[in-house]
Every structure is written in structure tokens, then in C-alpha cells.
């Protein structure tokens, strides 16, 4: 299967990222190479180093990408590692970074990946198939109330406990094999009138992705970490697909936003905090109407974008 998607929001995210001819960038979650693709089109002396767990993605962008030589630094790493990855290449700061979360269309669409609720897979719905963690394995090893707090966490599912006590019960039979049997025991244990509003197994599946591939286990201070090593000017852009991994970006944008946060009665400052970006998102950009009719899985998807100011705190290599 080929890496063919349509990427998310490119006009707005390459424009957003006011790629420079000479930068250097950093894009944590490659994919298709969608993205990655248009920022290396504007790069004349600069480089572009991209990060993916998936090594099928590695392996296709390689190839998709090859034209472009030495500016294209592919890591198959994760892109948490940030820090490393771009010390690792002599960089104490970069230019621009974006990063597209979630799931990509390609695992969703090769079925054997198990991330899709559609048709009938094993269970294993790993970015990095070098783990050992699967879905199998939650959906089969976890206890009953570790199985709740995980649907309820990362999915916000209201069933999670009628679904986790369903998962339970029916592995006492059998044990859970495939993304079909997982799915029917969502369907049972979720009552009828509910499942009108979309697939009842949609939150359980992103909930178990979640957890088998520690998601939101250190964005907060990876984007941190992004942020501050961003040239004065240079912007980052995130795009999320769900409200736990908004809240967070959000949450990490307004501290960095925010300036004193000392008591209001002070004559002066003391906790000498200073805001070191601007947030040029007020409101989140999504997708058009007319990018929605080419790719409705952008329908949840919000893109924020942010500056760095001059002058402000810089973590050192």
C-alpha cells in the first residue's frame, strides 16, 4: 500500500510555518511525506529533518523524496526525542516545526495494522511495530478498572465501564483476536439508542491507540522543548484530531503566551517570567468545505500556529 494521502491543512500549515529558503525544520510526524514534501519544494540551502515511528512511512518517504538529496534527513524515531534528535545533527535550534498527531491515513487504511474498527484485523494498532505493547494485549491483559480508566481517559467514552466490563466478561469465554470481535462487544455493551451518533467503537479504538502507543506520555514537555528551541521568528505549528491532545497544546501555548504571573500587588515583578511567543491562532484554523469533501477525516482536525518572540528563555544543548 502506498503512502497517498491527502496531507491535512497543507496551504495553511506551509504558509503558517513562512518556510525560509535557508531554515531549518523539523517535522515529527511524516507520514505521506505531504508536508514534509512542500517545505523541502522552498528550501534552497536548508534542511528538513522528519521523524516517524512507522518504518513503512520511512521507507516510502525515503523513496518519494529522494530528489531532494541531503536536505531530507528521515529518522525513524519518535518525535518526542526532539532535543536529541536535532543535537544529534548539530542543531541547537531550528527554523520551524510541525507536527500532524493522531493516527495517519495510511495505518488507518492498511487493515492489518488493526487501528481501523472497519473489517476484521488482528488486534495491534502499533505506530512502531518494534514495540512489544499491542492492542491485544490491553484489550486481553489489562483488569477490568485499568480497562475503565483507559476508555474513559483517552476515548471520554460515558460506556466505558458497561464496555470494559463486556470486554472482560467475554475474554473469560475466549480471548479477544481480532479488531471484528472487539467491535462487537462494544456493540452489545453499548445500548442502541446511542449508536445513531457516529460508530459506538470509534472512542474504545482511540483509547487503546492512545494507550498502546503513549500518545500524550510527554507532548507537554516536548512541545516545550520544541518552542524554546525555535529561533527568534520561527513558528510551530500543531495540528490535533481530538480535545485531549488540543488541551494540551492550548494549555502549552497560553503559558508560553503569558507574561508576569506574580501577585498584581506587587510594585515589581519577581518571578521573572517573560512570554516568549505569540499565538497567531486566536481560534484554531480548520478544515474548508472544499478540503472536506476531498478528505473527510480533516473534519475534526485544528490547526494552531505560534511565533517566537525575540529575547526569550532558551534551553541549552
Given at each position: 500500500?502506498?503512502f ?13 510555518l513562512?518556510?525560509?529558503g535557508?531554515?531549518?525544520?523539523f ?8 508536508h514534509?514534501?512542500e ?5 534552497t540551502?536548508?534542511k ?15 523513496k ?6 541531503d536536505r531530507f ?10 532535543k ?11 527554523d ?12 488507518l ?11 476484521d484485523?488482528?488486534?495491534?494498532m ?12 490491553v484489550v ?10 483507559v ?26 483476536r ?15 439508542k ?19 502507543n ?7 514537555d ?8 525555535l ?16 488541551r ?18 506587587l510594585?515589581?515583578?519577581?518571578c521573572?517570567?517573560?512570554?516568549e ?9 480548520t ?19 505560534a ?7 532558551k534551553?541549552?544543548?
Amino acid at each position: 500500500m502506498e503512502f497517498n494521502h491527502v496531507p491535512i491543512m497543507l496551504e495553511a500549515c506551509i504558509e503558517g510555518l513562512n518556510v525560509k529558503g535557508d531554515g531549518i525544520y523539523f517535522d515529527g510526524t511524516l507520514g505521506g511525506g505531504g508536508h514534509s514534501g512542500e517545505i523541502l519544494k522552498r528550501l534552497t540551502a536548508g534542511k528538513l529533518i522528519a521523524t516517524d515511528l512507522d518504518e513503512d512511512a520511512i521507507a516510502a518517504a525515503r523513496k518519494k523524496l529522494a530528489p531532494y538529496g541531503d536536505r531530507f534527513l528521515p529518522v525513524h524515531d519518535n518525535f518526542k526525542n526532539f532535543k536529541e534528535i536535532i543535537t544529534n545533527y548539530g542543531y541547537a535550534e531550528v527554523d520551524g516545526v510541525l507536527l500532524d498527531l493522531g493516527v495517519s491515513s495510511y495505518q488507518l487504511d492498511n487493515r492489518e495494522r488493526g487501528f481501523s474498527y472497519m473489517g476484521d484485523s488482528e488486534l495491534d494498532m502499533r505506530m512502531d511495530r518494534g514495540q512489544a505493547l499491542t492492542a491485544y494485549d490491553v484489550v486481553n491483559g489489562y483488569g477490568e478498572e485499568r480497562l475503565k480508566y483507559v476508555i474513559s481517559a483517552y476515548g471520554e467514552d460515558r460506556f466505558a465501564g458497561r464496555i470494559a466490563a463486556a470486554i472482560v466478561k467475554r475474554r473469560e469465554k475466549k480471548e479477544i483476536r481480532t479488531t471484528g470481535e472487539l467491535v462487537s462487544v462494544i456493540e452489545e455493551a453499548v445500548p442502541k439508542k446511542f449508536q445513531k451518533d457516529g460508530h459506538p467503537a470509534k472512542r474504545t479504538f482511540q483509547a487503546i491507540r492512545i494507550e498502546v502507543n503513549g500518545e500524550l506520555d510527554g507532548l507537554k514537555d516536548c512541545l516545550y522543548d520544541m518552542v524554546r528551541s525555535l529561533k527568534p521568528g520561527g513558528r510551530i505549528a500543531v495540528i490535533t484530531f481530538h480535545s485531549l491532545e488540543a488541551r494540551i497544546v492550548k494549555q502549552c501555548f497560553k503559558d508560553l503566551e503569558t507574561d508576569c504571573v506574580c501577585d498584581k500587588r506587587l510594585p515589581v515583578c519577581v518571578c521573572g517570567k517573560k512570554k516568549e511567543i505569540e499565538v497567531l491562532t486566536k481560534k484554531p484554523i480548520t478544515a474548508s468545505g472544499e478540503e472536506l469533501s476531498l478528505n473527510p477525516r480533516a473534519k475534526s482536525a485544528e490547526l494552531r500556529i505560534a511565533e517566537k518572540l525575540p529575547n526569550t528563555l532558551k534551553i541549552s544543548v
